[in-house]
């Protein structure tokens, strides 16, 4: 495993995926003409996305594909209890790319950033598909928003305080990985260089007005919480102190039980068709 230890992240993975499923949704209505025989999630996490899948193309073979092997164990739990046809495969990217067999849809979400040299996962990807076989990839979107401006206490602005923060640690992430290569990161076009044609891109809305439900909820202390200890280096002393009462369970305006915590974000799905 490259640069995170996923293993560890289940709980908010999948809490995660839940919370966005709307996205995923819309998008797979985008991809409701097509009869793929078989589907692939590459960089499943727990299969959330994958089970989704499996509902919307119930005639399909698909695979959830991770490199770890806890995380497609959560995606086995969950394709039962959801009594959905799942199947997984672990691989490691981008070695394991080349030995997946042919598909004829490839999602992946979140994942190609993880690989040093995207462009390069991409044309792996592009020649997994059948003629006429279809790739999304997830990249990009807005990040996403959970309180007003002003929330109340401490210095209002926190979120894009955070947002300019996680962007230093990606880069810093993208530039550590194994063959990290720059890239002008125009998803379609790199859809184009691999080879695929009628490439575009559609941003989907998620849209969960307050108060939030437990579970986006949850997911969204377990993201906080990771904020907390994941920044400590790069956010100053007042919104350290103010993301620790966001996490206070006795703290009425804290993430626990303020009633206007909210979800608001944009994924966008890059998709190309391979030439039949
Ligand atoms: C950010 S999560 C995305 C999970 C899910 N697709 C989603 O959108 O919620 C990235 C996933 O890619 C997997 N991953 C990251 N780097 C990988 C690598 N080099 N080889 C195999 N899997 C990798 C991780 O295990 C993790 O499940």
Known sequence: ????????????????GEAHQPYVQQALAELAQLEPQRIMDVGSGPGVAACQLAAAFPEAEVTAVDGSPELLARAEQRA???????????????????????????????????????????????RLLTPGGVLAVVEGGLPARWLPHDLGFGRPGLQTRIDAAMSERFNQM???????????????DMLRTAGLDGTRSRTFLVDRPAPLADGARRWLRGTVERYRHGLQDHLDAEDLATLDRLLDPADPLGLDQRPDVFLLTAKTVHFGRKPS
């Not at 495993?1 to 995660?16: C, G, P, R, S």
């Not at 981008?94 to 462009?119: K, N, R, S, Y």
């Not at 890239?183 to 379609?188: N, S, Y």
Request: no cysteine.
């Open 80 to 126: 039962e209890r959801l009594g959905v046809e799942l199947r997984t495969r672990v691989a490691e990217f981008p070695d394991g790319l080349g030995e997946l067999g042919t598909a004829d849809l490839i999602w992946t979400a979140q994942a190609v950033h993880h690989v040093g040299d995207q462009q390069d996962a991409l044309n792996r990807l592009a």
């Open 1 to 16: 495993m490259t640069d995170l230890d996923w293993a560890a992240m289940a709980d908010v993975l999948e809490l995660e």
């Open 174 to 188: 993208r530039a550590e990985l194994p063959g990290s290569v720059a890239t002008v990161e125009t998803w379609a």
